[in-house]
Nanobody
Framework: VQLQASGGGLVQAGGSLIVSCVASGRTFSSYGMGWFRQAPGKEREFVAAISWSGGRTYYADSVKGRFTISRVNAKNTVYLQMNSLKPDDTAVYSC?????????????????????WGQGTQVTVSS
């Protein structure tokens, strides 16, 4: 699976942005998807995940209530809608695919749970 993220940019604090990730191949619907981000000088961190069907989602506490992950399997695309953005949200956002499923307790959140990665898109939030 090859992943291509896009949609990043510069936005003012309090604003909104949506980033997308398009996957190649015909097996997209069999993978769980996640979004991660990495700010300068910091480790990559989990942001959000969604099950293969879209029926289950899971969020980091830092973005819960502000970000929404969704997917359209017919378009091989996963989205991350980001609202009420803060300067701390500034990072390179990357999408990733996993063969692990979600449960009632959550979805995969560790980078080692994901086997395919996109190149990332820069999101910058100005204060």
């Amino acid at each position: 699976v090859q992943l291509q993220a896009s949609g990043g940019g510069l936005v003012q604090a309090g604003g909104s942005l949506i980033v997308s990730c398009v996957a190649s191949g015909r097996t997209f619907s069999s993978y769980g998807m996640g979004w991660f981000r990495q700010a300068p000088g910091k480790e990559r961190e989990f942001v959000a995940a969604i099950s293969w069907s879209g029926g289950r989602t899971y969020y980091a506490d830092s973005v819960k209530g502000r970000f929404t992950i969704s997917r359209v399997n017919a378009k091989n695309t996963v989205y991350l809608q980001m609202n009420s953005l803060k300067p701390d949200d500034t990072a390179v956002y990357s999408c990733a695919a996993t063969q692990l499923g979600c449960s009632d307790y959550g979805c995969p959140t560790h980078i080692y749970d994901y086997m395919y990665w996109g190149q990332g898109t820069q999101v910058t939030v100005s204060s």
